[in-house]
Nanobody, 121 residues
Framework: QVQLVESGGGLAQPGGSLRLSCAASGFTFSTYAMSWARQAPGKGLEWVSGIYSDSSDTYYVDSVKGRFTISRDNAKNTLYLTINNVKPEDTALYYC??????????????WGKGALVTVSS
């Protein structure tokens, strides 16, 4: 069955960097687009970034452009999210999700359980 397992969360200081990983299994990772979404404490779910199956293009929500980088290694079945210059407002549970197609323009059908990122000095 499809499994998405996030890792790399934890406590980060403002201005620092961290990288989240998502290990995928149970499907042909290289043929599906992937995304990251997050849920801050007391707030709703927010889509953050998406990437095509072949990494040909990426998308970001405006609030993270220039600080977040989504990438993938299809040989390792792994999705990444690098966050630079972390801010307290980046504190959230970060989810990895699989799209139903090679493009992020279509819906999501599987989600991981999330990785918690806490930004505090």
């Amino acid at each position: 069955q499809v499994q998405l397992v996030e890792s790399g969360g934890g406590l980060a200081q403002p201005g620092g960097s961290l990288r989240l990983s998502c290990a995928a299994s149970g499907f042909t990772f290289s043929t599906y687009a992937m995304s990251w979404a997050r849920q801050a404490p007391g707030k709703g779910l927010e889509w953050v970034s998406g990437i095509y199956s072949d990494s040909s293009d990426t998308y970001y929500v405006d609030s993270v452009k220039g600080r977040f980088t989504i990438s993938r290694d299809n040989a390792k079945n792994t999705l990444y999210l690098t966050i630079n210059n972390v801010k307290p407002e980046d504190t959230a549970l970060y989810y990895c999700a699989k799209h139903v197609s090679w493009t992020p323009n279509y819906g999501l059908d599987y989600w991981g359980k999330g990785a918690l990122v806490t930004v505090s000095s």
